[in-house]
């Protein structure tokens, strides 16, 4: 009896929250709309008139206490949208306000408003602005796309779950059982989007059609005979051209290599993998029309795909040993495309790059390729809403920038396959994503070549032990460094210090020790001296100054105190140099949005990088003279945000914009001023880290939000 009242009780206090709910949106004057029961969730539609039109609705959502994840996370909030709209055949809402008596948040749903997928805003727009929303489906099959993401969601998760708990199955870890997964989506793509007669020749030599063999049915027909035939399909496709790109220097990078392999050997974990991504039932339009009696994952909407991959992967991917770092949270990642694609919008050049399909994005440090996998919807978002073109000429412009606008490298080879697959699961599989050693020297990325680049680069110099093993690792990682400051050379450090630089004197490059050369005498990797010259002191003590250049470099140096730029050493934090790296990759008049350590912003013996970036301020003009860059906004993050990768580093989002160079000497920037630079604070991402989860039923707020409505808005 006490459990019933108490029950009674809760849904009284949900009843008199929504009511709430509705007393403060009075404006609504339409008839509410009441959405079907729940059992934490009192919801209904709200709507309005101006002159005489409906806007389209709003809905209502009131939570009973400890259901705030659905609010806090708009994965999950998606999820019970869907359930409370599932009668509703048209006029879904666009916004929704969500409130649980403690809290309260405004969502932007499904995209709608040409963002990437349902976000929080910090206001609901007004009845007339509201009435002029083009309210626009993303496809006629939308809905049913939405069906199938929240499906996919819960199979990848129960799959991965009793692999990992239950079957093991060939794998070491929670890493391995993704790797997995990714290999037969790979696999799926081809039974997709290639040849229905496409064959290839299993391990007795037989001649099979892929399509026959890789379906659900047939492994719970043949069992481990049909393990044993697609192993020999993926040893046959791991290589195909359609999956081969080719980087900026020639080479030529597959998604796997020779040495990669199938591991799974269970057929029932194949049969139940295969049934969730293949019997995704009839295909159907927003109104309930049949398009197709059996969908396939070539029919759902490609940013939801890309959306249960990363979703998928941050859920169950382990972070620690390194690797989870590259994770970047996904509030995050929406923040700082969306106040990029915003400025983006702004230039009418950067405008005319993008619709003419000549926009390049690129991550130097891209992990899974988050950053890139929102850039693709954003882009998307932006041809969709914000070009006037025929609909066949808007989706040939996509591809030719699936086909061309995309690069990203790491040097982990698992963040690279899982990176390439997230894209081909988004129709870009030549989105040219590379393994690399060392995305500081690697030739493949080539100077003032990209529009845009955002990236969580690695920061802080490593803690090596005391014992024999951690002292020879720390020797290799100097050696190493010495390399990247100085040029390709031995290992072994041979000269005190290395100083390349290029005389533009001499007009030729002026080096101490042996520097590897091409065929045309250049330096392969100069160093991070090109934009130092030698204009004094003597042969012992030269002086070295700063001379900026749209494609040189200086950070593996530092001014001394009588302003001559010395070489630094080893210690050098590695964020640094991909400053640096990554203003010398974009195009002049190029963004870069960096997640870096605060330390770099705050600390007095960083105060170089900082001018190296803006310039010095000229106490008679007040002008910054000298910098390569244009600070645009700086964001300081919450120290729990990357706290899942094992580290409580505070950060902060550095926005700036390469200057513009002089149309008549490319290598010279031009005189642009420093405008004011926006900062702003983010206490919470709408999550806080406990447990080893990113807990959305905490109750915070995603303060990026308001930040970004705020920077849109000018404040």
Not at 330 to 351: G, S, T, W, Y
């Amino acid at each position: 009896m006490a459990k019933e009242t108490k029950k009674q009780d809760a849904q009284l206090q949900l009843e008199l929250l929504f009511n709430r709910l509705v007393q403060q949106h009075s404006e609504f004057t339409q008839p509410l709309l009441d959405l079907p029961t729940h059992e934490f969730v009192k919801a209904g539609l709200i709507q309005g008139l101006v002159e005489g039109n409906l806007t389209p609705p709003v809905m209502l959502v009131a939570l009973t206490e400890g259901h705030w994840e659905y609010a806090a996370d708009t994965a999950k909030f998606d999820e019970l949208a869907y359930q409370l709209l599932s009668d509703i055949d048209d006029d879904w809402p666009v916004f929704a306000v969500v409130a649980d008596g403690s809290n309260q948040r405004i969502l932007a749903l499904f995209g709608a408003d040409g963002s990437d997928g349902t976000h929080g805003v910090d206001s609901l727009p007004s009845l007339d602005e509201l009435r002029s929303f083009d309210r626009l489906e993303r496809d006629p099959t939308f809905r049913w796309s939405m069906r199938i993401y929240t499906r996919l969601m819960q199979r990848f998760d129960a799959f991965h779950e009793n692999v990992y708990r239950v079957t093991k199955d060939k794998v070491n870890d929670k890493n391995d059982i993704i790797e997995e997964v990714a290999k037969l989506l790979f696999l799926e793509s081809f039974r997709v989007h290639h040849d229905e007669n496409l064959t290839f020749i299993d391990a007795e030599g037989n001649t099979l059609r892929f399509r026959d063999v890789y379906d659900w049915q047939y492994v719970a027909k043949h069992g481990d005979k049909a393990v044993e035939q697609i192993k020999a399909a993926f040893e046959e496709f791991k290589s195909h051209e359609d999956y081969v790109v080719i980087s900026d220097d020639g080479s030529r990078n597959a998604i796997f290599d020779k040495d990669t392999h199938l591991r799974l050997s269970v057929a029932k974990n194949y049969q139940d993998l295969l049934e969730a991504i293949q019997n995704l039932g009839p295909v159907k339009t927003n109104d309930g029309k049949t398009l197709k009696e059996q969908g396939n994952l070539g029919d759902v909407s490609g940013d939801l795909l890309g959306r249960v991959f990363d979703v998928f992967l941050r859920a169950n991917f382990e972070s620690k040993g390194g690797l989870g770092v590259y994770l970047t949270p996904n509030p995050v990642k929406q923040a700082m495309l969306e106040i990029a694609m915003h400025d983006i919008d702004d230039d009418d050049e950067m405008r005319s790059r993008l619709a003419n399909g000549d926009f390049r994005f690129c991550d130097p440090t891209c992990g899974s390729f988050g950053f890139g996998s929102v850039a693709l919807s954003q882009i998307d978002k932006w041809i969709d809403f914000k070009l006037v073109l025929a609909d066949d000429k808007k989706a040939a412009l996509k591809q030719k920038l699936r086909e061309s606008a995309f690069t990203g490298a790491d040097a982990a080879p698992r963040m690279v396959m899982l990176a390439r697959v997230n894209m081909a699961l988004q129709n870009a599989p030549k989105a040219q994503i590379f393994y690399t050693d060392n995305s500081l020297t690697t030739q493949a990325l080539k100077p003032n070549s990209f529009d845009l680049i955002c990236t969580n680069p690695p920061f802080g110099t490593p803690n090596f032990g005391k014992d024999k093993k951690g002292q020879e690792s720390k020797k290799n990682y100097e050696a190493n460094m010495e390399q990247v400051l100085g040029g390709f050379r031995p290992a072994e450090k041979v000269v005190d210090s290395y100083n390349t630089y290029y005389d533009h004197l001499k007009m030729k490059w002026q080096d101490t020790g042996d520097l590897a050369l091409d065929e045309n005498g250049n330096p392969k990797w100069a160093g991070y001296r090109t934009d130092l010259r030698r204009t004094g002191g003597t042969d012992k003590k030269p002086v070295y100054s700063y001379f900026p250049s749209a494609s040189g470099l200086a950070l593996g140096s530092k001014p001394d105190s009588k302003g001559s730029w010395q070489p630094v050493g080893a210690s050098i934090d590695p964020a640094v140099l991909f400053i640096d790296r990554c203003l010398q990759l974009l195009k002049p008049g190029g963004r870069l949005m960096i997640v870096l350590p605060d330390g770099i912003l705050c600390n007095s013996g960083d105060r170089y990088v900082r001018e190296y970036i803006m310039g010095k301020k000229d106490e008679k003009s007040g002008d910054f003279v000298g910098g390569k860059a244009i600070v645009k906004a700086v964001i300081s993050l919450p120290s729990d945000c990357f706290k899942l990768s094992g580290t409580g580093a505070k950060t902060s989002i550095l926005y700036v914009q390469k200057r513009h160079a002089n149309p008549n000497q490319p290598e010279q920037f031009l005189p642009e001023p420093q405008t004011d630079v926006f900062m702003a604070v983010a206490e919470t991402l709408g999550y806080v880290v406990k447990n080893n989860i990113e807990d959305y039923n905490a109750g915070v707020a995603n303060d990026l939000d308001k930040i970004v409505s705020a920077y849109k808005r000018g404040e």
